[in-house]
Nanobody, 125 residues
Framework: QVQLVESGGGLVQAGGSLTLSCAVS????????MGWFRQAPENERAFVAA????????WYQDSVKGRFTISRNNAKNTVYLQMNSLKPEDTAVYYC??????????????????WGQGIQVTVSS
């Protein structure tokens, strides 16, 4: 079992950058998929990006490709979401999540077993 704690959110102007961090307690196995999701007001939670804990595969929602980068530091047990060229429509609560079975449906939130508490990102125009 793992616990996830997000940090790094806040308020930024459009065009700016933020890096979210997800501290992972416990020791994820190589099969774990680590994902970021977001939920804007009055919207359902949506997939943003994911990676395999012990591999090179990454996946992105189309709207963030080329702007967001997901990465990890295994030694620090931390997953990052570097967000560049932020837009007002990126405003949301961002969640870190872990899928212990390494499902191939990494965009499906129902595949994830553990969730962080969420952190607010607000992009002003």
């Amino acid at each position: 079992q793992v616990q996830l704690v997000e940090s790094g959110g806040g308020l930024v102007q459009a065009g700016g950058s933020l890096t979210l961090s997800c501290a992972v307690s416990g020791r994820p196995s190589g099969n774990y998929i680590m994902g970021w999701f977001r939920q804007a007001p009055e919207n359902e939670r949506a997939f943003v990006a994911a990676l395999k804990w012990n591999g090179r595969n990454t996946w992105y929602q189309d709207s963030v490709k080329g702007r967001f980068t997901i990465s990890r530091n295994n030694a620090k047990n931390t997953v990052y979401l570097q967000m560049n060229s932020l837009k007002p429509e990126d405003t949301a609560v961002y969640y870190c999540a872990a899928d212990e079975d390494g499902s191939p449906w990494q965009w499906d939130e129902s595949e994830y077993d553990y969730w962080g508490q969420g952190i607010q990102v607000t992009v002003s125009s």
